[in-house]
């Protein structure tokens, strides 16, 4: 079983900095691509950052300059530093991870259980 925990949500005034991390555990062979996704209230989950075994990354156009994903491999870590947040990024984040178990020859997307990130004054 493989599970992914996510952690660093909270609040924060507008102009502040979080930093969010997803540490993925279990009968883990490898890892592709992992991810950062979020769902504001009555909006759809949509993408906001993406990064590949061989650290190429994928921002949308709303946090590029801002935010920034990075990842250890050896740990199965993803982190995403949100920096200059605003009010329009509270949402709750979501990461995943494309999984390769030891049990299975196929990769398979999974996913966190959501931390919220509130950006108010």
């Known amino acids: 079983q493989v599970q992914l925990v996510e952690s660093g949500g909270g609040l924060v005034q507008p102009g502040g900095s979080l930093r969010l991390s997803c540490a993925a555990s279990?009968?883990?062979?490898?890892?592709?691509?992992m991810g950062w996704y979020r769902q504001a209230p009555g909006k759809q989950r949509e993408l906001v950052a993406t990064?590949?075994?061989?650290?190429?990354?994928n921002y949308a156009d709303s946090v590029k300059g801002r935010f920034t994903i990075s990842r250890v491999n050896a740990k199965n870590t993803v982190y995403l530093q949100m920096n200059s947040l605003k009010p329009e990024d509270t949402a709750v984040y979501y990461c995943?991870?494309?999984?390769?178990?030891?049990?299975?020859?196929?990769?398979?997307?999974?996913w966190g259980q959501g931390t919220q990130v509130t950006v108010s004054s």
């Open positions: 279990g009968s883990i062979f490898s890892i592709n691509g």
């Open positions: 995943n991870a494309d999984i390769r178990t030891d049990s299975s020859p196929w990769v398979y997307r999974y």
């Open positions: 990064i590949t075994s061989g650290g190429r990354m």
